[in-house]
């Protein structure tokens, strides 16, 4: 098993930046993958961008130039830059490991003046 510990979200003003941070704990050793979607109510759970343990990275192009994610495979972090409010919602740590996927309780990220 593998727990997931999302920390950083919160309130930003329009063109503000912010961090989240997920760290993983228990079974961590074989994880080839970390990641950050997002749900909107109502919506499909979507990728923001994900991160393999070879470093390989891929952004959604709404988010491409603008958020950047990084890891060490322990724990993966969202630089999320130049918000807009439609980046407003629900994001959800991910993890890969061994065929099986493990996600975060979520957290909240509101972008409004």
């Known amino acids: 098993q593998v727990q997931l510990l999302e920390s950083g979200g919160g309130l930003v003003q329009p063109g503000g930046s912010l961090t989240l941070s997920c760290a993983a704990s228990?079974?961590?050793?074989?994880?080839?993958?970390m990641g950050w979607y997002r749900q909107a109510p109502g919506n499909q759970r979507d990728l923001v961008a994900i991160?393999?343990?070879?470093?390989s990275t891929t952004h959604a192009e709404s988010v491409e130039g603008r958020f950047n994610i990084s890891s060490n495979m322990k724990t993966v972090n969202l630089r999320m830059n130049m918000m807009r409010p439609e980046n407003t919602t629900v994001y959800y740590c991910?993890?890969?490991?061994?065929?099986?996927?493990?996600w975060g309780q979520g957290t909240q990220v509101t972008v409004s003046s």
């Open positions: 991910n993890v890969r490991r061994f065929e099986l996927g493990y």
């Open positions: 228990g079974n961590i050793l074989g994880i080839a993958a």
């Open positions: 991160i393999t343990s070879g470093g």
